[in-house]
């Protein structure tokens, strides 16, 4: 973690009073553009985290700094900051699209990614979600990510890069196919499998042979039909243990004095996470049992039975004689409480009506 004064060649976070940010790597002599004017590079750098920097106005950049020195030209004042992780991985260039970080980090708690663990990964991305990784297993663990491409790669490289001042040591990222490179995987060498990709549920044979026994798995996806057709597999293959399913949302408040409420924006469904674990060698996993009443594998409209046949082979259970007598016997006493109410209204009305004449 860097402490101390800004140097040239790290990123600051510059944020306004509006909440607005701005990331940029410090270059001397370099200028960010901002909307409230130029933010000058050699006024941050030398200077701690929390300081505030102001805007010069564009139009007088060419004057002479000497005479710009404490004012402020009608600039803007932003506070300086070294960017969080999320930060960083919200503001950092992209090929494909990353993974929010609400996701991000419940990925390392539900995963139980912690120091020293031997992590694979699959669909590298931008790296934000091996940025988290790396920094969640530490240099005494080891993370191997499959890109499928090499482009990708190269991006996820060059963030992860920046962000740690070198090449982490302890990552090892392959151009490849998940089948091909985890082939060649030593078996059970994987404390943790994530999996970032858009069918998983053909990539859990593989997973399964290099998982350790009682590792996790965690699957980032995004529909509802990958999420049945994956947890669907994961009890089919027997080895895996009933799949937790969820999705997390994400929304910030206001609090200014009385006013305290909800903003009117928020990060609401980007995907699901499949969390499982792997069985050990020769043991079955166990699934709950689904009451004959709650049969959903079936179509009723495909049996080409009979409706009563229908119901027997779904195993619905149909009403008894006894329970419809007892809810016609509940109505109609219902029914005749409302009758003779509204007899004794009717009776009453009329009278009102007679006496009034």
């Not at 000058?40 to 929390?50: A, N, T, V, Y």
């Not at 994987?190 to 009682?214: E, F, K, S, Y």
């Not at 928020?266 to 060698?281: C, D, E, K, N, Y």
Request: charged letters at 25%.
């Amino acid at each position: 973690m860097r402490r101390g004064v800004f140097r040239e060649g790290e990123k600051v976070q510059l944020t306004d009073r509006k909440g607005k940010k701005v990331t940029v790597q410090l270059v001397h002599g370099g200028l960010t553009e901002t909307a409230h004017g130029l933010i000058p590079h050699d006024r941050i750098i030398g200077q701690l985290p929390g300081s505030i920097v102001l805007s010069i106005d564009k139009s007088r950049h060419e004057t002479d700094e000497k005479k710009q020195e404490g004012k402020r030209f009608g600039g803007w004042p932003y506070v300086v900051m070294r960017p969080r992780m999320v930060d960083y991985q919200l503001s950092m260039p992209r090929g494909a699209q990353i993974m929010y970080p609400k996701d991000i980090f419940d990925v390392l708690g539900a995963g139980d990614i912690r120091r020293g663990a031997h992590v694979l990964e699959c669909g590298g991305g931008s790296g934000a979600m091996s940025l988290a990784l790396l920094d969640a297993i530490g240099p005494t663990g080891r993370l191997t990510t499959i890109e499928q491409r090499a482009d990708f790669a190269q991006i996820s490289q060059h963030n992860i890069e920046l962000y740690f001042g070198q090449y982490p040591h302890w990552w090892n990222m392959i151009v490849g196919s998940f089948d091909t490179v985890a082939a060649g995987l030593e078996p059970h060498s994987q404390d943790r499998i994530v999996l970032d990709l858009l069918d998983p549920w053909n990539r859990l044979t593989r997973a399964g042979r290099v998982i350790a026994p009682g590792g996790v798995l965690v699957c980032y996806i995004t529909t509802t039909t990958q999420m049945s057709r994956l947890a669907d597999e994961l009890r089919a293959q027997n080895m895996w243990t009933e799949p937790e399913i969820y999705e997390l949302i994400e929304r910030t408040w206001k609090a200014e004095g009385l006013a305290v409420r909800p903003d009117h924006t928020m990060i609401g469904h980007t995907g699901f996470l499949v969390v499982s674990r792997a069985m050990a060698t020769g043991f079955s996993a166990l699934h709950k049992r689904e009451r004959g009443s709650k049969n959903v594998f079936s179509d009723v409209d495909r049996t080409g039975h009979t409706p009563q046949e229908d119901l027997k082979q779904l195993e619905i259970r149909e009403t008894s004689d006894r329970k419809v007598r007892k809810v016609l016997r509940d109505l109609n006493d219902q029914l005749r409480v409302l009758h003779a109410h509204n007899d004794h209204d009717g009776n009453q009305n009329r009278q009102d009506d007679t006496g009034n004449e």
